[in-house]
């Protein structure tokens, strides 16, 4: 029975020691090799996951608009003739234009990539 127990106390003792030694970052003697990496952000003002995201903008079709005084809805076909109903603030498209206003006439975009920040965006109209 005593032989059992020094059995264990060793088995124990060198499994303890063997952790310490590998995982402990303040040993001298066993450093810790790491390896530092910079991370590079691309700053993005989109807020929002944008609709058609996998079409680009110039191959999305303007079909029609809905203009009450409750809502205002643009509809879109991408190359794939599925079916994109779009509101005002929403993002569309991979470039991510988002929809500022929408008139009888002319539709509002922001091209936030375009901005230098996130307070005063790029503007264009599309016009029919």
Do not use: Y
Request: hydrophobic share 40%; net charge neutral.
């Amino acid at each position: 029975m005593p032989h059992l127990f020094l059995l264990f106390l060793l088995i124990v003792s060198s499994f303890a020691q063997a952790t310490t030694t590998r995982q402990d970052p303040f040993n001298k003697q066993h450093p810790i090799s790491s390896q530092t990496t910079t991370a590079t952000q691309e700053i993005s003002c989109a807020k929002s996951p944008a609709l058609a995201e996998n079409s680009h903008f110039a191959q999305l079709t303007l079909i029609g608009i809905v203009l009450n005084n409750h809502s205002q809805t643009l509809f879109f076909l991408d190359e794939k003739q599925q079916l994109f109903s779009a509101a005002p603030q929403e993002f569309i498209a991979k470039e991510g234009f988002q929809i500022h206003k929408i008139e009888q006439n002319r539709i509002h975009f922001f091209d936030w990539r375009q901005s230098k920040n996130c307070t005063t965006p790029t503007t264009f109209t599309m016009k029919f």
